[in-house]
């Protein structure tokens, strides 16, 4: 193998898929970048077995081939190579990376032991702005289970029930709450042809670390992400990379079920006012259960308090427009800050509910994004 | 206790006398923060028996006293709260903090528990830019010894021997390398009183801690900072701040010994260069010794290289000036891009010997900061 490529490229390129990390201490090639030159110029590859990250950058080939390097020796490196033209070369199993007065020699891998990424031949069934997709998913992961005692809601729900009327839905719960997120999706961005192949299958499961992953690599701007679901994978293809990974098996909860429909009172806050609020009873919160009480009073004003025995105690009244009864209810604070903190926009909506149902919380100026929260009982 | 002073100030003070870090676990009173009147407004002090820090912020006080509260959760309420006035008020042990509808109750400590930090009467000897004193000291702390078994070079040597001659000297050594940074002084800003009293004590040694909290503290601009040695102490007084240490004792090496007269070759090479090329060799040092080779050659280059048996190896040639005979030498790695990251300006002197005595490096346009390195033998 030879090849020419530059060193911003390259460099881009392992930025991503060397981010993959391998928990297979077993599988010692998993921490091997595979470098395979073909028509494009170089494909980086790299995978856990659960996730496959590739990624293309143009370059010119004197010679085909293969092989697999260290990746964070071989990232480590380019990183701190000058810009510029680099050539990669092999020898045996020796890689010579070349640049402007640097030679560098690692001793790489046979590229036929590393494992074979899955080649998935479906249509994309679905075109939408990567930016939108990625802002979406952040706005879930906090409520992500973390617990593997119920493996299917250790990821996302993507909901496709209603993408025939040109929606699609992200929930995540972790059975304390639940956050959702409705996208619009344009009908000449769903491929009727790829729809009719996935057939009944109305919902698929994405692991926590896939859209951690996404999350982390999904552009900006115009970039554009198609994404494939063929039996248990999904494929993300954004500019030059594309992610696959497999899906959670097993039956998600039925989140509409757990939407309240009803509320006993209702507030509109300044997102910063109840942010700065809740953060400051969280320092009392941390020794008495994490919970803070809030007071909603027909005086336009929310009482926030927490308290720590032998510690002490803070209360902070904040202006609010409240609708209906006086109410007061006890949430977590960290789940109430991990709401709040993927809240869009200068104003909440509480709609809360007694210790007996669950509170929502959203933008007052967008409902795409809801977020429920049970409340901690007295 | 009764006073009103302002957020943006407590939070400043906060910063810098909350960094104290109590090391101390059987005096729990440690991770407490005095707090006092005083006729200017509040003194907030920390102190872990080797370093005391004190603040004075302006402030009105409506009635005199004193308490402790934990550091921590104090500093962290504090900087969470809206900026504006905040009322600081004790009821018994109970501080009642009350800002722009926030009321924070917190249990509080006796002050008369609190270590009484030790008075010094003494002059102040010197009197140097703060923003001078501190580069000088993040110039000489990579150096600094980390090993308990010398204590003597586990601080920066503060040589005050030269001082009638207008220059104080820092040094820094762990037996592997030697950082020395000579300071000038005016001499209007030597007190002859405090030098007398001074007597016979030609030099002192500071805690790293003590250092790292200068550095951390020490402002930029015009702020000047007042140095007052009194016994086993040392003061240093800047801003609203001082800080009290406690001195090392022992005998510091003779460092002037140490340093070479003579050397064999001579590179002036490009700082941005030589860093580069000395942490791409880093990269397969760390696997074998920490060790990087250097070859001066005649051809005006500088070779460096590393070696991994059984990962790779890489060699990097950059220009240089070179005076002097053919050379290889090999040094530490970390050692070597410590005193580079210390040098200031764009070119760096490598003043080199064989295996068998150390090298110098220093800027070119600035001889005021030597770094002295240990060769390795082959």
């Keep these: 193998m030879k090849i020419i490529c530059t060193q911003e490229n390259l460099n881009k390129a392992l930025s991503i898929v060397g981010k993959v990390v391998n928990k297979n201490t077993t599988l010692p090639i998993l921490n091997n970048v595979l470098l395979k030159t073909d028509k494009k110029g170089l494909q980086l590859s790299s995978t856990n077995l659960e996730i496959a990250v590739n990624y293309w950058i143009g370059g010119k080939t004197e010679e085909d081939g293969e092989i697999t390097v260290p990746t964070k020796l071989f990232a480590n490196f ?86 025939k009327k040109n929606k699609i839905v992200l929930v995540s719960t972790d059975s304390y709450r639940l956050a959702e997120k409705t996208l619009k999706v344009s009908p000449e961005n769903v491929s009727q042809e790829a729809l009719e192949v996935l057939g009944d299958l109305k919902s698929v499961i994405i692991p926590r670390s896939t859209v951690q992953e996404l999350v982390r690599d999904l552009g900006e701007g115009d970039e554009m992400l198609d994404i494939i679901i063929s039996e248990n994978q999904i494929v993300f293809t954004f500019g030059s990379a594309n992610i696959l990974s497999r899906l959670i098996e097993g039956r998600y909860p039925d989140y509409r079920q757990i939407v309240p429909e009803k509320f006993m009172a209702n507030a509109i806050i300044n997102v910063k006012d109840i942010t700065n609020a809740v953060r400051i009873s969280g320092f009392f919160s941390a020794s008495s259960n994490n919970s803070v009480k809030f007071l909603l009073s027909a005086d336009n004003k929310v009482e926030i308090s927490s308290e720590a025995s032998e510690i002490g105690n803070n209360n902070a009244k904040i202006e609010a427009k409240i609708t209906g009864k006086d109410l007061e209810v006890v949430y977590n604070y960290k789940y109430l800050m991990d709401g709040l903190n993927s809240i869009i926009g200068d104003e909440v909506v509480l709609d809360a509910n007694d210790e007996n149902a669950p509170s929502v919380i959203k933008s007052v100026k967008d409902d795409s994004f809801i977020y429920i929260i049970m409340p901690i009982r007295g």
């Design 78 to 163: 380019i990183s701190n190579l000058p810009n510029g033209n680099v050539e990669i070369k092999t020898r045996e199993d020796m890689v010579n990376i070349k640049c402007n007065g640097y030679k560098i020699n690692i001793k790489g891998v046979d590229a036929r032991e590393y494992p074979l990424s899955p080649k998935i031949d479906a249509v994309p069934f679905l075109k939408i702005k990567s930016e939108i997709f990625k802002r979406a998913l952040s706005q879930v992961i906090p409520a992500i289970s973390v617990s593997e005692s119920r493996m299917e809601i250790t990821g996302v729900l993507l909901d496709l029930s209603e993408i």
